[in-house]
Structures are given as structure tokens and as C-alpha cells.
């Protein structure tokens, strides 16, 4: 890339920042402390609102800069992705927005803790929350780190190291500042600035192609080197049974992981009531419906106008088509359009890396203070000691988050979000269900549901291609791997429920048949509800 490009983009960057810090910095003048406003903004959001930031929240580098690529590089099978992806809302919308708003107050560990042994369920419902959050992070990262070698020229890897260092430091002020507040306006500003990027670049493809999709579709095709066979299923998932099944996982993962991510469930938080909640969710599917359907143009675009094998050629695992698909339709590396167009768009990516860590690095700061900090130290604390927790504890997740990043830079975003969804599937969502609706659970139950869906969905990715045994590895000179499937929810997320239930059944606790009335009042009406 040119010097032009560096300029304008780190220059609108320079700005989206500056704007972001602004926010923060009032709305750190002018909050008075309490857990209530650090973790869920003082309840103070209204639905429109609260939809935005939820699309913001949710629309990550994985599916602006990741899924394109897939698409760009697989066709018909990275679509996969914006299907899961979307369907995934679905769970959200019937079983979790409005029952998960009226049963907790602040985390996902609140809704199981109203009728099991507070204790034991806040520290497993917040070690594994910390994990998922972690893992998605790692993906934001890498997000970054993609944007930093294209800008660079793929010359500089101190400097895209020092870059994801950077973006890691923004996101703990961000959030050491000005809480839950502070990172909903980002959200929401990043929100509208993706959005409208977005729309820019999907008409901008369809004018080239004359409105014509099949044209677009053809070409597309055409330029892959694979024919029609680009636009059927099979090219990423279909060579043999392993990876026909390690589609089924992912599709597994995708659509019942996004009811079990943190800072997910904690956005329903931010609104007064449990309706406000659902129009919320409504909202959000609206927006973010739309923004998935405009990544299939712009992923189909890249691979007609840029081509697959410049595509990759930039970024092996695609990260890049968006930016690369960008500076084409403004026209060209050498012109102004095309300047502008990058710059504009590397600047919108880099907004959506730093929102979207800001959202999660909250999410989970609170796990650890309000789960387990207060569970293994502070039982009884003040909620004041709770949130300068917090505040620490966004310290030293950015810091687990940046080292990841730099050692998986090289693997695509979406992926990476793939395996992150499979581990709140496999861990958060069993523990979030089972005491919505089963009357008979229990404590070890709750426990043992956890665990059995965190630890084999982490070792079983250990194990997995993705660690090692393959060129494309994280540690490619060695070879552990004892696990075929690259994505583990085929197997950890029936073994999530099945320990959920066993757990259960041979408990000695007797189940508390009066808790779980309440609770299931309390979900259904709100009465009660914070």
C-alpha cells in the first residue's frame, strides 16, 4: 500500500478514536460510581438503542473482515457462516433475551445462581465465561494485526505487533473509564459506521455488475478456478467425512453458541425492562440481517473482482478481500477513489476491532469480579470493591487477549470466532437452560454441566488440526494431533447437556421445587426483576 493509504486511514482511525476516548471521558465525569452503572449503564437504554449497540456488539472483525474472505476463497461454503451466524439470533429472540433480563442483574451466572449454591455456579459460569471471551478476542487481534500488514505492506512485523499491543491498551481504557456506558456509544457509533460502509460497498458491487447478480455470481465462479463447483457445497466441507462433519459442528457451534456469549447476554441488561429487551433483540436481528445478507455481495465481489488468488496472496487466510475489494471499486491503487475507499474502510475495521474488544473485554472484567472475585474472596463485599475489580481485572485480560492474538495472527478471524462459539455452547448455554426450564436440576448438576462442556471442547481443540499437525497450525513443526475435526461442538456440546443431566440425577442435593417456581414465574412475567 501506498503512502496515501497509510495516511488517510491511520488518519480517520486517529479520528474514530479520538471521538470514542471524548465519550469516555465524559461519561467518566459523569457517572457516579456504582456496580449498577459500570455494568449495565444504569439501565438507562432504550430498545433502538440498545439494538445498535447488540449489531455493533455482534458484527465483529469475523464477520466484516473473516467472512468475506471465506467466501471470497470457498464460495457457497463460507456463506455457511452468515447462515449460522444469523440463525443463531433465533435462540437469542424465543429463549434468552427477555427470560435471561428478567432473571439476572448483571451476568449470565446471575440467571443460574437464583436457584442453585451461589458459590460453586458463580465460579464455574465465570471461569467459563472468561474463556469464551478471551477466545473472541483472540480473533479481534487478529482482526487487527490483518489490517496492519496490508496497510504496511506486509513489511513490518514489530510494528503490527505494536499495533495490537495498541488496540489492546485502547479497549482497557475504554472500559477501565467508562464501563458499560461508555462502550454502548461506542458500540452504537460503530455501529452506524459499519453499516453505512457496508452499503457503500454492496452498491458500489452491484453497480459494476450492472444490478445483475447471476452476473456477479458467474464471475465470481469463473475467476475461482473451480467452476459452478465454487457455488455448490463441498469445497471447504465436503472432500471426505471429516469435513463433512466438521461442518455439522460448525454449524452446531454457530447456531447455539450465540445465546451463551457474555457480552451478548449482558447487553439485555442495559434496558429498563424485560420487553425493552425483546424489542432489543428485534432490532438487532433487523439490522444484523441485513449487514449478513451484504456480506455475501461483498464476499462474492471479491472473489469476481479481486480474485481469490490476490485475495489470499495478501492474507492467507482472506482476512484482507474487504480493504482489497475496496480499493478496486474506488479505482484502483494509484487513484484517489481508491485512496479514499481503503482508508475509509480499513478505518471502519479498525472501529469495529476496538468497539467490539471493548464490549468483551467489559463482559468479562465483570465475570471475574462479580462471579469470581466476589465468590472466592469478597462473599458479602461492597459493591464499590467489586468494580475497581473490574477495572484491574480489564487489565489482565487485555494483556491474555494480545498475547494470543500476535501467536494466532495468521488464522481467519471467523474461524477463530467459530471456535469460541463452540465453547459457549458447549458450556454457558446447557448451564443457562437447564434452570429456565428443567424443575428437577441442581447445584452439581449446574456444575458438572459447565465443566463438561468447557474442558472437552478446550482439550479437543488442543488436539485438533488447528494446534498442530498441518501446515496451517498454530505450531506446525509438531504434530499432537488425535482429534480430526477442526471445530469441537459435535462432540462437546451433547457432552455439555449429558453431564448437565447426569450431574443432576445422581445428586444427592434434593432439587428446590419452590426456587424453581419462582424462577419461572420471574421469567415469564418479570415480577420481580431488577
Known amino acids: 500500500m501506498t503512502g496515501d493509504h497509510q495516511t488517510l486511514a491511520l488518519l480517520l482511525f486517529s479520528v474514530f478514536v479520538a471521538v470514542t476516548l471524548a465519550i469516555t471521558t465524559w461519561v467518566s465525569r459523569n457517572r457516579h460510581g456504582s456496580a449498577e452503572e459500570f455494568y449495565a449503564g444504569g439501565r438507562l437504554f432504550s ?23 471465506l ?39 446471575d440467571v443460574v445462581a437464583a436457584r442453585m449454591s451461589e458459590r460453586p455456579v458463580r465460579i464455574a459460569v465465570g471461569t467459563s465465561s472468561v474463556t469464551v471471551s478471551v477466545l473472541y478476542l483472540v480473533a479481534q487481534m487478529v482482526g487487527a494485526g490483518s489490517l496492519v500488514a496490508l496497510l504496511l505492506g506486509r513489511t513490518g512485523g514489530a510494528a503490527q505487533s505494536w499495533t495490537v499491543i495498541g488496540v489492546g491498551a485502547l479497549m482497557v481504557v475504554y472500559v477501565s473509564l467508562g464501563g458499560m456506558r461508555a462502550t454502548t456509544w461506542i458500540q452504537i457509533v460503530k455501529a452506524v459506521l459499519l453499516l453505512g460502509g457496508t452499503v457503500v460497498l454492496t452498491v458500489l458491487v452491484m453497480v459494476r455488475f450492472h444490478g445483475d447478480l447471476d452476473r456477479l455470481l458467474l464471475t465470481a465462479a469463473e475467476r475461482s478456478g473451480h467452476g459452478t463447483a465454487f457455488l455448490a457445497p463441498g469445497l471447504r466441507y465436503g472432500g471426505d467425512w471429516t469435513a463433512r462433519l466438521d461442518f455439522i459442528s460448525l454449524g452446531l457451534a454457530l447456531v447455539l453458541g450465540t ?16 420487553r425493552a429487551a425483546r424489542r432489543s433483540a428485534i432490532w438487532s436481528i433487523g439490522l444484523i440481517g441485513a449487514f449478513y445478507l451484504m456480506t455475501i455481495v461483498l464476499g462474492f465481489g471479491a472473489a469476481a473482482i479481486v480474485g481469490p488468488r490476490a485475495v489470499q496472496g495478501a492474507n492467507a487466510a482472506g482476512n484482507t ?43 468479562s472484567s465483570v465475570s471475574v469480579a462479580h462471579d469470581l472475585y466476589a465468590s472466592l474472596r469478597r462473599r458479602g463485599g461492597r459493591p464499590r470493591g467489586e468494580v475497581a475489580v473490574a477495572r484491574i481485572a480489564a487489565v489482565g485480560v487485555g494483556a491474555v487477549a494480545i498475547a494470543l ?59 485438533s488440526p488447528v494446534v498442530s499437525g ?18 469441537p461442538a459435535i462432540v462437546s456440546v451433547p457432552l455439555g447437556f449429558l453431564a448437565g443431566w447426569l450431574g443432576t ?26
Open 71 to 109: 467466501i471470497a476463497l470457498f464460495g457457497y461454503d463460507g456463506v455457511l457462516y452468515v447462515v449460522g451466524f444469523f440463525v443463531g439470533w433465533l435462540v437469542v429472540l424465543f429463549l434468552v433475551a427477555e427470560l435471561v433480563r428478567n432473571c439476572g442483574r448483571f451476568t449470565l451466572a
Open 47 to 69: 430498545p433502538m438503542e440498545n439494538g445498535f449497540a447488540i449489531a455493533g456488539d455482534y458484527a465483529s472483525a469475523a464477520s466484516f473482515l473473516g467472512v468475506p474472505g
Open 321 to 363: 478481500a474487504v480493504p482489497l475489494l475496496a480499493l478496486d471499486l474506488g479505482g484502483g491503487a494509484d487513484s484517489t477513489g481508491g485512496t479514499v475507499l481503503f482508508a475509509v474502510v480499513a478505518a471502519v475495521a479498525f472501529a469495529t476491532i476496538l468497539a467490539v474488544v471493548a464490549g468483551i473485554t467489559l463482559a
Open 405 to 463: 492474538g500476535l501467536v494466532a495472527r495468521d488464522l481467519n478471524v471467523a474461524f477463530l470466532v467459530g471456535l469460541a462459539f463452540a465453547v459457549a455452547a458447549s458450556a454457558n448455554l446447557p448451564v443457562l437452560l437447564y434452570p429456565l426450564f428443567w424443575r428437577g436440576f441442581t447445584t452439581r448438576g449446574a456444575v458438572w454441566a459447565v465443566y463438561g462442556g468447557l474442558v472437552p471442547a478446550l482439550v479437543l481443540v488442543v488436539l
Open 470 to 487: 498441518s501446515p496451517g497450525s498454530l505450531l506446525p513443526g509438531v504434530d499432537f494431533q488425535f482429534f480430526p475435526l477442526e471445530n
Open 259 to 274: 445465546g451463551g456469549l457474555p457480552h451478548i447476554v449482558s447487553r439485555f441488561y442495559t434496558v429498563p425492562t424485560a
Open 505 to 530: 440425577v445422581i445428586s444427592a442435593e434434593p432439587p428446590d421445587h419452590a426456587k424453581y417456581a419462582e424462577t419461572e414465574v420471574r421469567s415469564l412475567t418479570g415480577a420481580g426483576a431488577v
